[in-house]
């Protein structure tokens, strides 16, 4: 049976999603379910809103679940001196794990010191909340060469404030390219359009939450068949809610 057009679209992209999010359930079901899922990434306040109360216990469990995965946990602490402690103890838990080190702390103090630290030391990093050229030329100039990195640049954040993301995210692949064992990663998507964007431009990873997973089936599907679809759902709820014209 020929694949259709939607499989072989997202078979011909050589990016790797990556699952954001809290949920374990939900990573359970993508790593048994769904086999275009090649990771996973967590944040305190996607845990606070999947109510993680004890943060070491769910890293575990989710561990266990992602397997051979790479998944990625974020330090809390607000100074450099207590995030280094805190990235021993994530890296303690074992896995294909990643330690989130955000690019900066609330003061506005760059964390490039820590992270030369800790990449020298072959701790396998992913910087987030990175939403400019400098930041990116000040982390790549900070990683080890040898140690797994990923940069993680929050184009979805970048575009809410009205400004094209694209430009900037084809730059940063190539200043990436710079560390052999760093990859590119294209946070904060917002439409699966943005899978396809992120492949073009170079990018190496893309989140993609879970809601937004959902929708991989609508890739390659006909437009004259979703107008359709579309007008379909229009008369049904009308139907459904009794709306009369009078």
């Not at 990195?149 to 575009?159: D, E, H, P």
């Amino acid at each position: 049976m020929a694949r259709d057009n939607g499989a072989e679209q997202l078979d011909q992209l050589r990016i790797k999603i990556f699952m954001d999010g809290a949920d374990l359930s939900s990573m359970r079901d993508a790593v048994v379910n769904n086999l275009a899922i090649k990771g996973f990434t967590t944040n305190p306040t996607l845990m606070r809103k999947s109510g993680v109360m004890d943060y070491a216990s769910f890293a575990k469990e989710a561990i266990a679940i992602v397997g051979d995965l790479p998944i990625s946990f974020e330090v809390f602490s607000d100074t450099f001196q207590e995030m280094a402690r805190e990235a021993r103890v994530i890296r303690g838990w074992g896995g294909n794990t990643y330690v989130k080190i955000p690019v900066t702390n609330t003061r506005q103090e760059p964390s490039t010191g820590l992270i030369r630290m800790l990449s020298g030391k072959g701790v396998p990093l992913n910087l987030t909340a990175i939403l400019t050229l400098d930041q990116v030329r000040e982390v790549v100039d900070s990683l080890h060469t040898e140690t797994p990195s990923i940069v993680s640049i929050f184009a979805g954040r970048i575009a809410d404030t009205g400004v094209d993301p694209i430009p900037l995210m084809k730059r940063a692949a190539e200043i990436v390219k710079a560390k052999p064992k760093a990859e590119l990663l294209w946070a904060s998507s917002r439409e699966l359009l943005n899978i396809f964007q992120a492949d073009c431009v170079g990018c190496d990873i893309i989140t993609v939450a879970k809601d937004l997973l959902a929708k991989l089936p609508l890739v390659g599907k006909d437009l004259t068949l979703y107008s359709v679809d579309t007008v379909k759902m229009f008369y049904e709820d009308a139907k459904h809610a009794a709306y009369k014209i009078v």
